[in-house]
């Protein structure tokens, strides 16, 4: 099967700077680095990969013994500021697309 999604475990979390791959990936690839850009429509950043778009899921390894009764209502809140399209894909399209569930 081939796909033009490129998927990416960020469990691990991005802690590094935003500039890291622009400025230390060899000078051949520095084309396709990974940047954090910021969306226009709604000022949250975001990550591009090849010079497109991440789409990213939450917690695809959810659900965590840790987190409150109350989370996905929390979850709604946190991601109610982010445009449409963000918000949408973050919940949902975005892991339906990735595993062809659409």
């Given at each position: 099967m081939t796909t033009d999604s490129v998927l990416i475990d960020c469990d691990g979390h991005i802690l590094e700077p935003p500039d890291l791959w622009e400025q230390?990936?060899?000078?051949?690839?520095r084309d396709r680095?990974?940047?954090?850009r910021v969306d226009p429509d709604d000022?949250?950043?975001y990550l591009e990969i090849d010079s497109?778009?991440?789409k990213l899921f939450w917690a695809s390894d959810?659900?965590?013994?840790?987190h409150p009764a109350n989370y996905l209502?929390?979850?709604?809140?946190?991601?109610?500021?982010?445009?449409?399209?963000?918000r949408r894909g973050i919940l949902?399209?975005?892991?339906?697309?990735?595993y062809r569930l659409d």
């Open positions: 230390y990936l060899d000078p051949a690839y680095a990974l940047r954090i000022g949250y950043e497109r778009r991440a959810y659900p965590h013994p840790d209502e929390e979850l709604q809140e946190m991601v109610a500021p982010m445009g449409e399209t963000a949902g399209e975005n892991v339906a697309r990735a």
